[in-house]
């Protein structure tokens, strides 16, 4: 009966050493565990700055980009009314017709005529670079918005990688201990 006792005393202390060693085993785990949660947690927090960051950049570039793009085309707006009122006078005075002036001119004054003409030119090459202006900042536009939406994607894609790789270290850990 003694002998009985002694080997399930033995067995019992050999059961309670495994048991006390996989103890150790799983607090250094855990241990691992939360500072690895820590690093992942202050990383997470320093994307999200960074990207809310960017993505704040980038906003007001928009917005600044969409106010010059609303200003270029207030001008062409103004700038193709103009031009439109110049064709009218350029018809007018070749056709001989003066009376835009409010006050009537002799049909021989040829200097007028070509002052319109010259006026009228300028004011098309001015149009066709505001126009060309406006094209371009609504592609920077257009840029920038994609930029945005590629960096919301990143910073998504960043976060689910993120739990995917804690789960995935987690349970090769746990797979290797056992």
Same mark, same amino acid.
């Given at each position: 009966?003694?002998?009985?006792?002694?080997?399930?005393?033995?067995?019992?202390?050999?059961?309670?050493?495994?048991?006390?060693?996989?103890?150790?085993?799983?607090?250094?785990?855990?241990?691992?565990?939360?500072?690895?949660?820590?690093?992942?947690?202050?990383?997470?927090?320093?994307?999200?700055?960074?990207?809310?960051?960017?993505?704040?950049? %980038?906003?007001?570039?928009?917005?600044?980009?969409?106010?010059?793009?609303?200003?270029?085309?207030?001008?062409?707006?103004?700038?193709?009314?103009?031009?439109?009122?110049?064709?009218?006078?350029?018809?007018?005075?070749?056709?001989?017709?003066?009376?835009?002036?409010?006050?009537?001119?002799?049909?021989?004054?040829?200097?007028?005529?070509?002052?319109?003409?010259?006026?009228?030119?300028?004011?098309?090459?001015?149009?066709?670079?505001?126009?060309?202006?406006?094209?371009?900042? %609504?592609?920077?536009? %257009?840029?920038?918005?994609?930029?945005?939406?590629?960096?919301?994607?990143?910073?998504?894609?960043?976060?689910?990688?993120?739990?995917?790789?804690?789960?995935?270290?987690?349970?090769?850990?746990?797979?290797?201990?056992?």
């Amino acid at each position: 009966m003694e002998r009985e006792l002694q080997e399930r005393f033995q067995t019992e202390q050999a059961s309670h050493l495994k048991i006390a060693h996989e103890k150790q085993h799983l607090e250094r785990v855990c241990a691992e565990l939360r500072e690895e949660n820590s690093i992942l947690n202050l990383e997470g927090r320093k994307v999200k700055d960074t990207v809310r960051e960017e993505m704040s950049k %980038q906003e007001r570039e928009i917005e600044k980009l969409k106010k010059t793009n609303d200003e270029y085309r207030e001008i062409v707006h103004n700038l193709s009314a103009e031009m439109e009122r110049l064709k009218r006078v350029n018809k007018s005075v070749k056709n001989g017709d003066f009376s835009y002036l409010g006050e009537p001119v002799e049909k021989s004054d040829e200097t007028t005529g070509q002052d319109v003409m010259s006026a009228s030119d300028k004011l098309e090459v001015e149009l066709a670079k505001c126009k060309l202006d406006l094209v371009e900042s %609504q592609c920077k536009v %257009q840029e920038l918005e994609h930029s945005l939406g590629e960096n919301v994607r990143e910073m998504n894609g960043l976060k689910n990688r993120s739990w995917l790789s804690r789960f995935n270290s987690t349970s090769s850990r746990n797979n290797s201990g056992d």
